[in-house]
């Protein structure tokens, strides 16, 4: 894949939608290709983390066994919580349709935000939309539990 590819499927990603095109260039630099077949674990519920993936092309589904929360597409992020911190992971994440994905590694990534602070704010908002999202299906969730029990 091309450098130009990288660059343009990171600015096409929400999170590093804002991000000027030098640091992207840098980041694009040090995304690793990873091309994978369906069935592939991607990585496991409870495993240590250290990076997060952008998928180039291909569908991935984010589970805890056969609970599904999410299909994820081209330009759309999983792990992202894990770049940010170590610790295990909150889901498993399998590739249902043959996948190219960009893992962004941890230290580069940190390396990266020495230098710029738009990486760290996509990633702020990014994080911050999905914590909204979550709660207001949990409101939801909460509010149809409270209905049924009348």
Do not use: W
Not at 87 to 92: L, M
Not at 102 to 109: D, S, V
């Amino acid at each position: 894949m091309l450098l130009i590819e990288k660059v343009l499927t990171l600015r096409a990603s929400e999170i590093f939608s804002e991000t000027p095109e030098p640091e992207l260039v840098e980041l694009a630099g040090v995304l690793e290709e990873i091309h994978l077949a369906p069935g592939t674990v991607l990585f496991g519920k409870g495993e240590i983390g250290d990076s997060m993936y952008i998928i180039y092309k291909g569908r991935v589904k984010i589970h805890d066994h056969e609970h599904t929360f999410a299909e994820l597409e081209e330009n759309e992020l999983l792990g992202e919580l894990s770049i940010l911190d170590t610790e295990p992971r909150s889901a498993s994440a399998t590739i249902i349709e043959d996948a190219i994905l960009l893992k962004l590694a941890q230290e580069p990534f940190y390396e990266i935000l020495l230098n710029n602070a738009e990486v760290l704010k996509g990633i702020l908002k990014t994080l911050c939309r999905r914590l909204r999202q979550m709660d207001a299906r949990l409101v939801s969730t909460r509010q149809s539990s409270e209905v049924d029990l009348f």
